[in-house]
């Protein structure tokens, strides 16, 4: 991925028009006042940290079936880092990303983790988007110490110290989605599909049990598609024939143009047939076409058209850096929010170590997240709203429903 240049001038000129870095702060950059701590007081564990810069690792894929959702997210994170930099960086230190391709392929993702921890000796990796390549990583990362900033929604079941998880947990999203279609549309009957690995597995079955046994409704039909899918006919035939209340979808990346323009073609359409997806952002609708998906539903906890002042500067910053047509997604937003939380986190720690921004972590507040505010829980997830977006054709959501704060949690009971 190509980066743009941009000159320190015209980066602070930017991002005070956006009202993202106050003109104090970039007043006293501009005259060198930050002093920065010696370095062997803010690295201890010999990691890429010198006097001047910070080395961080962005791993996502960026080729594959999966690079059509996580190109977004190294966007965002090197949006988040540029103005991080733009206000003096982080402990005085600018920080400079390495960026690798986990190129849809999980044992790829072990293998860049491992090379950014034991070659590259970063503090801190902003990556991933599958709960495979999550998985693959995890081993890597707790047997040599690294910390992950997490973005996506995920099935929960985890908990470890080496991960900030900032995307949102099964009762966060899958709960509170099925809750709202079974008391705001009105239904009683699902077909459940996803993609074939871990995630959509586990979502599903968390979903099963909601549906059939807490609520009392019931599951009609359940597939799964192998990543990079793109022949759904089949699929397709079974919904017709089932003719659920509601279609839960778990179907990710690339996967997702064929499933929606195959049932588009089908004819079955939000003017016959109630949808809830839990895998589709703006990032996802820009490859399908609104056309395909217009009046479908998502639960998320944030949507690219959210009005407030927050996400409106992120918007306008995000386009000027990436271009107009540019569009944001859930995870794109989650990964912005990680450099910014992991500079809250050595910036209260006092240093660069991993154990010691990991123990710092807990109760880290954002109040200038686009998604609105934000808290770190003990438990290393974010209290986060949830949202469900109606679709349009221009491929932006409308947000129809959105619940208070959720206090997260990974380990619910009756679900594992």
């Known amino acids: 991925m190509m980066m743009k240049k941009h000159s320190t001038l015209s980066q602070l000129r930017r991002l005070l028009i956006t009202g993202i870095v106050a003109l104090p702060v970039a007043l006293a950059m501009s005259s060198h006042v930050l002093a920065a701590p010696p370095t062997d007081e803010v690295n201890t564990t010999g990691l890429a940290v010198t006097d001047d810069t910070v080395h961080v690792g962005i791993l996502h894929s960026l080729t594959g079936t999966m690079a059509i959702s996580e190109t977004g997210s190294v966007e965002a994170e090197q949006l988040a880092i540029e103005q991080i930099n733009a206000q003096g960086g982080v402990l ?51 047997r040599e110490n690294g910390l992950l900033y997490y973005p996506t929604f995920y099935e929960g079941l985890e908990e470890s110290p080496n991960v900030i998880y ?11 989605g099925i809750n709202w279609a079974w008391n705001e549309q009105g239904a009683r009957t699902f077909y459940l599909i996803g993609s074939d690995y871990i995630w959509p597995r586990t979502s599903m079955k968390i979903a099963r049990i909601h549906i ?52 588009n073609a089908a004819g079955i359409n939000s003017e016959n047939q109630t949808l809830l997806t839990i895998s589709v952002t703006e990032d996802e609708v820009l490859g399908i076409g609104g056309e395909n998906v217009e009046g479908f539903y998502s639960s998320m906890k ?13 918007v306008e910053a995000f386009k000027e850096r990436w271009g107009e047509d540019s569009v944001i997604g859930d995870v ?61 054709e221009d491929g932006q959501a409308t947000v129809v429903w959105e619940s208070d704060l ?11």
Do not use: C
């Open 166 to 176: 900032t995307g949102q947990e099964a009762t966060q999203q899958i709960l509170a």
């Open 212 to 263: 059939e046994e807490v609520l009392g409704g019931e599951v009609v039909g359940e597939d799964y598609a192998p990543l990079g899918h793109t022949s759904f006919g089949s699929n397709i035939n079974r919904i017709r024939l089932r003719r659920p209340d509601v279609i839960f979808a778990a179907v990710v990346g690339g996967s997702n143009v064929a499933w929606f323009r195959q049932l």
């Open 406 to 416: 959720v206090e997260p949690n990974p380990f619910p009971e009756g679900y594992q």
């Open 92 to 142: 005085g230190r600018q920080i400079v990303p390495i960026i690798e391709d986990g190129a849809s392929d999980w044992p790829t993702f072990a293998d860049r983790t491992r090379k950014l921890l034991t070659q590259d000796n970063v503090p801190a990796i902003f990556g991933a988007w599958t709960s495979a390549s999550r998985k693959a990583m995890l081993p890597v990362l707790e």
């Open 332 to 392: 794109s937003q989650a990964a912005y929010l990680g450099p910014w939380l992991w500079k809250a986190g050595v910036e209260k720690a006092g240093s660069f170590d991993v154990d010691a921004v990991s123990a710092a972590m807990a109760d880290i507040e954002l109040t200038t997240a686009p998604e609105g505010y934000v808290k770190v829980h003990p438990n290393r997830h974010l209290w986060s709203k949830t949202r469900i977006g109606r679709w349009n």
């Open 302 to 314: 944030y949507f690219q058209s959210l009005d407030n002042e927050n996400n409106l500067a992120f």
